[in-house]
């Protein structure tokens, strides 16, 4: 088997948070399984031609809020 093909196709960190997996992913993005301090969260990035749009943007931010 081809090592590369063993790599994972996400990152190990993005800012303070440390990515395990992936959850799924989506028309709107990606959902991680990742660790931040002590804790286990799903951190969802927009896929970033969407990041670009002030509407998606904002439903996102409402959307994070509302989860919280």
Do not use: N
Not at 12 to 21: A, Q, T, V, Y
Not at 42 to 50: D, F, N, Q, R
């Amino acid at each position: 088997m081809d090592p590369a093909a063993l790599q994972p196709t996400h990152p190990s960190k993005l800012g303070e948070f440390r990515i395990e997996g992936v959850l799924g992913e989506g028309g709107s993005g990606i959902v991680y399984d990742a660790t931040w301090g002590p804790r286990r969260v799903a951190l969802k990035v927009l896929h970033p031609h969407l990041a670009d749009t002030e509407r998606v943007r904002t439903q996102f931010l409402q959307e994070a809020q509302r989860l919280q």
